[in-house]
């Protein structure tokens, strides 16, 4: 079985488990970004620093927003704009 974190824009690719860091040019680690076809969107920030948002519509989030940028442990999900 191969173990690693998913990328946040291409959730079928990993990186090797024993990376310390994701390889350059990938996004945060913490942070796991899900597109559908359909322009939904969700992100999820599992680290405690707050992450810059993706463009969308914003229609739930779990944590805190401030000046387009998603908090630290906090889901949020969009759509498409």
């Known amino acids: 079985m191969r173990t690693g974190r998913l990328p946040r824009e291409a ?4 990186y090797p488990p024993d990376a310390r860091m994701p390889p350059p040019g990938w ?8 597109r559908r ?3 939904w969107k969700v992100v999820m920030n599992f680290g405690p620093v707050s992450v810059a948002l993706p463009e969308g519509e914003v229609l739930l989030f779990s944590g805190p927003l401030e000046a387009g940028r ?12």
Not at 11 to 14: A, H, I, N
Request: charged letters at 20%; glycine letters at 18%; proline letters at 15%.
């Open 11 to 14: 959730p079928g690719f990993l």
């Open 27 to 34: 996004p945060e680690p913490d942070v796991v970004h899900f």
């Open 37 to 39: 076809p359909n322009g």
């Open 70 to 81: 998603l908090g630290g442990e906090s889901t949020v999900w969009l759509r498409r704009g």
